[in-house]
C-alpha cells in the first residue's frame, strides 16, 4: 500500500524566507509524484510533478522539490516566500494502476509573515 | 473556460435527506473521480470512472452512489445524509493517455456539504 505523511501542519515563514515543505512517501513501487497547491475556497491545482525523467522538479510559481529515493522524501522548496504563497499544500503519490487514484497527505498550511 | 465545474457550491442538508451533486468537464477527459476532504486528514477517493459507463469503488465509498452516463457528467449521489458526510467534497477529471499513474488531476471547485 502506498501512504504519504508531511511533516508539520501548519509552516510559518517571514516574506523572503526560504520555504521547506515536508514530504515522505512509502510505495511498494517506484512512484509518481505530485505536489498540489489549494488556495482558500478553490480547488486543487498542480505545483508540480515527479514521474522518475528527473530527480529536480521545477514547477510553478518558483516551487521545485527533489525526489530522493534513498530517503523516501520528497520535499518541496522555494528559495524566497511571497505573501502570496500563503496556501495550503498537498503532497500525493500515485502508482500506474487502472484506479490512476492519488493517496494524499494531510496538508500543510504555509502562512507567510510580512 | 473549460475545466470541471461542481454545483452547487453549498448545501445544507438534514440527516436522511438525498441529494446529489453535479460534475462536469468539458475536456473530454476519460477519467472522472470524487474526492472528500476533511480537515488534518487531506482528500480521500470516494469512486471513480474510467469512462462511460464504467465506475469503482474509492477508498471511502460507502454512503455514495456514481453512475456515468456520458463522458462529461459524472454525478455524486447520497441516498441518505448523515452527519458524518459533512465535508468538501471535490470532482477531478485526467486524460487516460499514457501511464496512468502521471496523469495530472484537474480539480473542480469544490461542493461545501453541511448534514445537520
Known amino acids: 500500500a502506498q501512504s504519504v505523511t508531511q511533516l508539520g501542519s501548519h509552516v510559518s515563514v517571514s516574506e523572503g524566507a526560504l520555504v521547506l515543505l515536508r514530504c515522505n512517501y512509502s510505495?511498494?513501487?517506484?512512484?509518481?509524484l505530485f505536489w498540489y497547491v489549494q488556495y482558500p475556497n478553490q480547488g486543487l491545482q498542480l505545483l508540480l510533478k515527479?514521474?522518475?525523467?528527473?530527480?529536480l522538479v521545477k514547477g510553478i510559481n518558483g516551487f521545485e522539490a527533489e525526489f530522493k529515493k534513498s530517503e523516501t522524501s520528497f520535499h518541496l522548496t522555494k528559495p524566497s516566500a511571497h505573501m502570496s504563497d500563503a496556501a495550503e499544500y498537498f503532497c500525493?503519490?500515485?502508482?500506474?494502476?487502472?484506479?490512476?487514484?492519488?493517496?494524499f497527505g494531510s496538508g500543510t498550511r504555509l502562512q507567510v509573515q510580512p | 473556460n473549460a475545466g470541471v465545474t461542481q454545483t452547487p457550491k453549498f448545501q445544507v442538508l438534514k440527516t436522511g435527506q438525498s441529494m446529489t451533486l453535479q460534475c462536469a468537464q468539458d475536456?473530454?477527459?476519460?477519467?472522472m473521480s470524487w474526492y472528500r476532504q476533511d480537515p488534518g486528514m487531506g482528500l480521500r477517493l470516494i469512486h471513480y470512472?474510467?469512462?462511460?459507463?464504467?465506475?469503482d469503488q474509492g477508498e471511502v465509498p460507502n454512503g455514495y452512489n456514481v453512475s456515468r452516463s456520458t463522458t462529461e457528467d459524472f454525478p455524486l449521489r447520497l441516498l441518505s445524509a448523515a452527519p458524518s458526510q459533512t465535508s468538501v467534497y471535490f470532482c477531478?477529471?485526467?486524460?487516460?493517455?499514457?501511464?496512468?499513474?502521471?496523469?495530472?488531476?484537474?480539480f473542480g471547485a469544490g461542493s461545501r456539504l453541511t448534514v445537520l
Open positions: 477531478a477529471s485526467s486524460s487516460t493517455t499514457g501511464a496512468g499513474g502521471a496523469n495530472v488531476l484537474t
Open positions: 510505495s511498494s513501487v517506484p512512484p509518481y
Open positions: 515527479y514521474t522518475s525523467a528527473a530527480t
Open positions: 500525493a503519490v500515485s502508482m500506474d494502476t487502472g484506479r490512476r487514484a492519488l493517496t
Open positions: 475536456m473530454n477527459h476519460e477519467y
Open positions: 470512472s474510467v469512462g462511460a459507463g464504467i465506475t
